[in-house]
């Protein structure tokens, strides 16, 4: 017990300074660092104690940065990796998605990747979608002939990202409003849905050569009409509801005559009783007097029971539409 004691009193700063040198190299993240200079990455171990001390995840930036150095990719430094980190970004998926990108021979910048990955979007699968084209379905909307036919239509897509126009373009949701409205226009262009019926590829080979994709961030492979159904006879059921609409009119119009004539025979008949009555007053008509066998006669009461007929007769007929 006695030389026990003595060894550690002679020789305890080996343990320690061992002690000391295990924790260094773990507060360094040892292990990263061979790894970095296995790789042939610009790593120092300074850069490793300064994002120790400023409490950087080091394999969450250190990592990435490996990868990207180890594929040849020059465009990506710990500095900018640290400040996407704190930007809230994702330090992996960028440096993968440069990968793929170099890779495939895509143009993509870090600049690019960093900004479309703080946007929310998946930066990964964007650059996939660049190689591989996607298929998006449309959703159905109706179209109108010129026959008044309606067309009820579902189309398929297919696009490839643009990695050019992927900051400050448009999305997919508006691409497929101006491919569906586009659609509907050339549908409309036509004099019977059964020319559609019977040639749809003409359709979509219109709107194809539209160029629609310009100013959005998709490139447009190929435009597909998947389904289209008759619908609704909008135009006859259009020129029903207007027929009704001009009956009701007419016989609006009808009545309304109709009413200002029978006013009018009421007058005559009006008029017609009050000369009758002072002929009987004075007892005279037609310059004799009724004594003396003479006859009344007044313009007014001639014929005044079918008065309304021979006006109705001397108007203009109404044709009614039916």
Not at 79 to 104: C, Q, T, W
Not at 174 to 190: C, N, P, Q, R, W
Not at 266 to 284: F, H, I, Y
Request: overall charge neutral; glycine content about 8%; proline content about 3%.
């Amino acid at each position: 017990m006695e030389g026990l004691t003595t060894f550690i009193a002679e020789y305890w700063m080996y343990p320690f300074w061992l002690i000391v040198i295990v924790l260094f190299l773990n507060f360094i993240s040892f292990g990263t660092w061979v790894s970095a200079i296995a790789a042939n990455a610009d790593v120092s171990i300074y850069d490793l104690i300064g994002l120790r001390l400023r409490r950087m995840p080091i394999s969450t930036i250190v990592f990435p940065f490996i990868k990207a150095s180890r594929v040849g990719i020059v465009d990506v430094n710990l500095n900018e990796l640290e400040a996407h980190y704190l930007a809230g970004g994702s330090p992996e998926k960028v440096v993968l998605a440069m990968i793929f990108a170099f890779r495939a021979k895509i143009p993509l910048t870090f600049q690019q990747a960093f900004t479309v990955d703080l946007s929310g979007r998946d930066i990964l699968e964007i650059v996939k979608a660049c190689v591989y084209p996607r298929v998006i379905q449309a959703p159905a909307f109706s179209a109108l002939t010129k026959d008044g036919i309606e067309l009820k239509v579902k189309l398929n897509i297919a696009v490839r990202t643009s990695v050019e126009r992927l900051i400050g373009a448009v999305g997919e949701d508006t691409l497929v409003a101006k491919i569906s409205e586009a659609v509907a226009d050339v549908i409309g262009g036509f004099d019977t849905y059964n020319k559609v019926m019977e040639n749809p590829n003409a359709v979509s080979a219109a709107v194809y050569a539209k160029n629609l994709d310009r100013g959005t961030s998709l490139d447009v492979a190929s435009i597909d009409i998947d389904k289209i159904e008759v619908g609704r006879n909008i135009g006859g059921a259009f020129k029903v509801n207007k027929a009704e609409i001009d009956k009701l009119v007419a016989k609006q119009q009808a009545e309304a005559r109709y009413s200002i004539i029978a006013n009018r025979v009421q007058a005559e008949r009006m008029l017609a009783g009050e000369s009758q009555r002072a002929s009987d007053n004075t007892g005279v008509g037609n310059g004799q007097s009724v004594a003396d066998g003479g006859s009344f006669y007044s313009p007014l009461s001639n014929n005044v029971s079918g008065g309304i007929q021979e006006i109705l007769v001397a108007e203009t007929p109404l044709t009614v539409k039916k």
